[in-house]
């Protein structure tokens, strides 16, 4: 059975920083992208950042120079290193594993709440 399990979310003042991470399980890590969406009440679901197996990050221009993304496959952890927070960065968390190969496979976590308060 494949699990992510989110944690690390949590409320904090503008300005401030948090590291969530993404625990997977029943999957063999190092073949999936990974990645972090996000989603505010009354708004859609939307890529914060991702990292492929290869090591190669994007972000979201809304994020770029402040969130960081990285993998530690020992571990089969992903991470997003938050810092300068806003306000406007309050949302539910999801870690997502994509594999890109045929068979190609989706899987998301339950979410983590991060509140930022101004």
């Known amino acids: 059975q494949v699990q992510l399990v989110e944690s690390g979310g949590g409320l904090v003042q503008a300005g401030g920083s948090l590291r969530l991470s993404c625990v997977g399980s029943?999957?063999?890590?190092?073949?999936?992208?990974m990645g972090w969406y996000r989603q505010a009440p009354g708004k859609q679901r939307e890529l914060v950042a991702s990292?492929?197996?290869?090591?190669?990050?994007n972000y979201a221009d809304s994020v770029k120079g402040r969130f960081t993304i990285s993998r530690d496959t020992t571990k089969n952890t992903v991470y997003l290193q938050m810092n300068s927070l806003k306000p406007e960065d309050t949302a539910v968390y999801y870690c997502?594993?994509?594999?890109?190969?045929?068979?190609?496979?989706?899987?998301w976590g339950q979410g983590t709440q991060v509140t930022v308060s101004s």
């Open positions: 997502t594993a994509k594999k890109m190969t045929i068979p190609t496979r989706d899987y």
């Open positions: 029943g999957i063999i890590y190092t073949i999936y992208d």
């Open positions: 990292i492929t197996t290869g090591g190669i990050t």
